[in-house]
């Protein structure tokens, strides 16, 4: 048979490219597989200094693209990693020959908490809220549909990034940069064809946006998950490789 364009998996905000541990193995089989760490978040790197910011994300994934892969990828964006998909599409429509976006961000502007993360309080509400098992427990929970899933193995994993040089500083910087603004009028500039995959109990970004997306981007495709909150690639791998 044909060749499978390569797959570029990107992960969601606070996470790491850990978030496809279910997912990947289904999906390498198939085709070439790549997950991928967006700058300042996961396992990359934080030199003192460095601006985290939408741009420079785009700047580092295009790097990485014209460095490791140099041919057309099936893009895959979960959460805010949706955001950052739509972001590269738009600006390297040659690096993308597919769209693939899990319960994704994008349509509506990202979380409004840039004015709190000013230090030193943005090192409270990183240092002292986000990095709390307990506060990353109850978003867990509300990430799945099965609550069984949020287990301490999953803790574990999402957490395991929070030990990098830096975590807190470069969550505040990007956070301060404003983060992901709506793509909603520029969605319809978008050529490659589109999978909208949704949980139908997303408990994080709801579920009305994925209709909105699937209205904004001209020929997509929407499919809905069943039992499933906002994380299908964890809590169904089968099912979204497919």
């Not at 099936?74 to 040659?94: K, R, Y």
Request: glycine share 8%.
């Amino acid at each position: 048979g044909q060749e499978l364009p390569p797959i570029l998996l990107l992960h969601g905000f606070d996470s790491s490219a850990m978030e496809f541990r279910r997912l990947f193995p289904h999906l390498a089989k198939q085709a070439q597989t790549w997950a991928v760490d967006l700058l300042g978040f996961g396992f990359t790197e934080r030199p003192d200094g460095l601006e985290i910011s939408t741009g420079a994300i785009q700047q580092h994934l295009y790097a990485f693209w014209k460095m490791a892969i140099q041919r057309p990828v099936v893009l895959v964006g979960a959460s805010m990693g949706g955001a950052a998909a739509i972001d590269l599409a738009l600006a390297f429509p040659e690096a993308v020959e597919k769209l693939v976006l899990l319960d994704s961000a994008g349509y509506s502007s990202g979380p409004a908490v840039g004015p709190l993360l000013i230090p030193p309080l943005g090192y409270l509400v990183t240092e002292k809220f986000l990095r709390t098992p307990k506060v990353r427990q109850q978003i867990s929970e509300k990430a799945y549909h099965d609550s069984r899933f949020a287990s301490l193995d999953a803790q574990r994993c999402a957490a395991l990034h929070l030990d990098c040089p830096n975590w807190s500083k470069a969550l505040i910087s990007f956070t301060r940069s404003g983060g992901y603004r709506s793509f909603k009028d520029k969605l319809a500039q978008l050529q490659c064809p589109t999978l909208i995959v949704w949980g139908e109990s997303d408990q994080i970004l709801g579920t009305k946006d994925a209709r909105r997306l699937q209205s904004a981007i001209p020929g997509s495709q929407l499919l809905w998950v069943a039992e499933c909150g906002h994380v299908p690639h964890l809590e169904k791998p089968e099912f979204t490789a497919e």
